[in-house]
């Protein structure tokens, strides 16, 4: 159990995806100008980044490694992640209308988010177990969450502030994020 | 025709650099430019899926269904990222190790996706291979650049070779991911300020 913990709190603040290892940054400078879409996004990754975490394992398990196709992973995670999230898109829209108008923008842009992907790999290349793949995609996944909502928050306030132009936009927010991700470094002591 | 082609080449370079302009693809680009003999690994195997997926969408590119377009093009340059993963594995196999993760991740690079969607199916061939070597060199140069920033004052060496001599005390904050972050806000920030003359 005090594993399974530890491989929580590792995930999430000791090697946060965004800021630790260096995933998932498109959507994180793209889509954190405002909190409501950086919340949508998070919780859009957060359902993906689950599924697909699971789905490559079982992928990978069952079918790659029996046949000795391992190099085949890179191709057919892609597409697991490109029909998942084409399917996630379309039962959403007919079952949980609610739930795709607040998702639905963001799907589309989630198979090329390397943090869904980058998961994945992660997964097989630490040989998690199915339950600890399928922690570990979680917690990678709310860590992601977390950094993107926190930096959308600073992002709001800088949107207030004089920047000097030839920094403004994505310059100063990238000088943020590093500040943020220095903030995340201080948890290295912890586990 | 040749005038266009040689620009299709050139804007890659300077006006359309992808990693500070586009800011595309901007994880292997945080990630790898530890050391320049990274950043220059990763630049050429890029450039070389990029280069290839290019000239094959655009050879592709009236036989592609228009509404799976995009599942296409993710199956040639995910074929094409397999290509350079066993061919890295062949040859530069301690290139392979440190690259690691990131070498898969380039499927998701979203500057090969972007180039495919925005060039290379609206362009024949020829200017699809300029694009994409122009594009290629100028995410390579970018990675350089910013890698020998962060090696040579993360680590005082140059390429695996100690510039500053023994006594140089390493600036460790470069070569950790939060230096990363400060390095290329910084040096977007010089280029705002050169693009304005």
Redesign the interface.
């Known amino acids: 159990m005090s594993d399974y913990i530890l491989l929580i709190v590792s995930c999430i603040f000791v090697n946060n995806i965004l800021?630790?290892?260096?995933?998932?940054?498109?959507p994180f400078?793209g889509v954190s100008k405002k909190m409501e879409t950086a919340t949508g996004m998070a919780m859009a990754v957060i359902f993906v980044t689950v599924m697909a975490g699971s789905m490559t394992w079982i992928v990978d398990a069952f079918l790659l490694k029996p046949f000795g196709l391992e190099?085949?992973?890179?191709?057919s995670?892609?597409?697991v992640i490109?029909?998942l999230v084409q399917f996630v898109e379309m039962f959403l829209r007919k079952s949980i209308p609610t739930l795709y108008a607040g998702l639905g923008i963001f799907l589309?842009l989630i198979?090329?988010?390397?943090a869904v992907?980058?998961v994945c790999?992660?997964n097989i290349?630490e040989e998690y177990s199915f339950v600890q793949a399928l922690i570990a995609s979680f917690a990678y996944a709310v860590g992601f969450g977390l950094a993107l909502i926190l930096f959308a928050g600073v992002r709001e306030r800088i949107f207030l502030a004089r920047v000097p132009?030839?920094?403004?936009d994505?310059?100063?927010?990238?000088?943020t994020?590093?500040?943020l991700?220095?903030a995340f470094?201080a948890f290295k002591g912890m586990v | 025709m040749a005038k266009t082609t040689v620009q299709e080449f050139t804007k890659g370079l300077w006006a359309e650099v992808p990693p500070f302009r586009l800011v595309l693809g901007l994880c292997p680009t945080l990630a790898v430019t530890k050391s320049v003999e990274n950043g220059i690994g990763m630049g050429v195997a890029t450039t070389f899926v990029l280069i290839c997926s290019n000239m094959l969408i655009s050879m592709l590119r009236n036989s592609i269904p228009k509404r799976v377009r995009i599942a296409c093009f993710i199956v040639v340059i995910a074929t094409f990222v397999t290509v350079v993963e066993l061919l890295m594995q062949a040859y530069t196999y301690p290139l392979f190790l440190k690259l690691g993760i990131f070498i898969p991740l380039i499927v998701v690079n979203c500057i090969v996706l972007g180039r495919a969607e925005a060039f290379a199916a609206k362009n024949g061939v020829v200017a699809s291979f300029a694009d994409g070597l122009g594009m290629g060199l100028g995410f390579t140069l970018s990675l350089t650049a910013l890698a020998i920033v962060r090696e040579v004052l993360g680590n005082g060496t140059f390429y695996n070779i100690p510039v500053f001599g023994p006594s140089f005390k390493p600036f460790a904050f470069m070569v950790q991911a939060p230096g990363a972050f400060v390095c290329l806000g910084l040096m977007l920030c010089i280029m705002n300020v050169l693009g304005k003359k």
């Open positions: 800021l630790m290892q260096y995933l998932g940054n498109c400078l190099y085949l992973r890179t191709l995670f892609i597409l490109a029909s589309p198979t090329t988010n390397c992907m980058g790999l992660i290349m132009k030839p920094l403004q994505t310059s100063i927010g990238l000088v994020a590093g500040l991700s220095l470094y």
